[in-house]
């Protein structure tokens, strides 16, 4: 089993920056997709940004430009640099792992954008 445990969501007034962090434990070994995904009111969930399994970055064309996703191997964390934030930013914000095939998520962050 994998543990995902996300932080950093909060109220930010649009124009401002976040930074999300998820950090994982147990069997982290083999772990080849790690990324962040979003899920606003209403809508599905969707993909803002991961390293694939190829070893490259994909991110969302809305956020391209304004968020930036990085990571450390020891411990094996994951951050998501939101700049320029928007309102229709504000959605909570899912860490994903994928180990043999078996996909994990955390239990969400809370990001809201609004003046």
């Known amino acids: 089993q994998v543990q995902l445990v996300e932080s950093g969501g909060d109220l930010v007034q649009p124009g401002g920056s976040l930074r999300l962090s998820c950090a994982a434990s147990?069997?982290?070994?083999?772990?080849?997709?790690m990324g962040w995904y979003r899920q606003a009111p209403g809508k599905q969930r969707e993909l803002v940004a991961e390293?694939?399994?190829?070893?490259?970055?994909s991110y969302a064309d809305s956020v391209k430009g304004r968020f930036t996703i990085s990571r450390t191997n020891a411990p094996l964390t994951v951050y998501l640099q939101m700049n320029s934030l928007k309102p229709e930013d504000t959605a909570v914000y899912y860490c994903?792992?994928?180990?043999?095939?078996?996909?994990?998520w955390g239990q969400g962050t809370q990001v809201t954008v609004s003046s």
């Open positions: 147990g069997s982290i070994y083999s772990i080849n997709v």
């Open positions: 994903k792992a994928v180990r043999v095939g078996h996909i994990f």
């Open positions: 390293f694939t399994d190829r070893g490259s970055i």
